[in-house]
């Protein structure tokens, strides 16, 4: 078993930065994805970044340019940094482990919520 902590969400005005941290403790294994998705009010979850223990990285198309993932591997912790944040980032942000072929393992932490008003 993985657990997964997040922190760092928070209400941040238009324009401004937030850096979310997810910390992984448990049985991980040394090859792993790691990544950040989000849900937003009356909206589907989806991705918004991954990255591999190897520090092959994915974005989604609207958060490129204004969001970093970032992780330390001695500290099984995977960070988003997130600059020019705006209003339709507004969600809960959930942080992913994937590792193991067979079967594959999912762990996702409780989510930390990202508020972006005026």
């Known amino acids: 078993q993985v657990q997964l902590v997040e922190s760092g969400g928070g209400l941040v005005q238009p324009g401004g930065s937030l850096t979310l941290s997810c910390a992984a403790s448990g049985s991980i294994f040394r090859i792993n994805t790691m990544g950040w998705y989000r849900q937003g009010p009356g909206k589907e979850r989806e991705l918004v970044a991954t990255i591999t223990s190897i520090g092959i990285i994915n974005y989604e198309d609207s958060v490129k340019g204004r969001f970093t993932i970032s992780r330390d591997n001695a500290k099984n912790t995977v960070y988003l940094q997130m600059k020019s944040l705006k209003p339709e980032d507004t969600a809960v942000y959930y942080c992913?482990?994937?590792?193991?072929?067979?079967?594959?393992?999912?762990?996702w932490g409780q989510g930390t919520k990202v508020t972006v008003t005026d």
């Open positions: 992913r482990l994937a590792q193991g072929n067979g079967p594959r393992e999912n762990y």
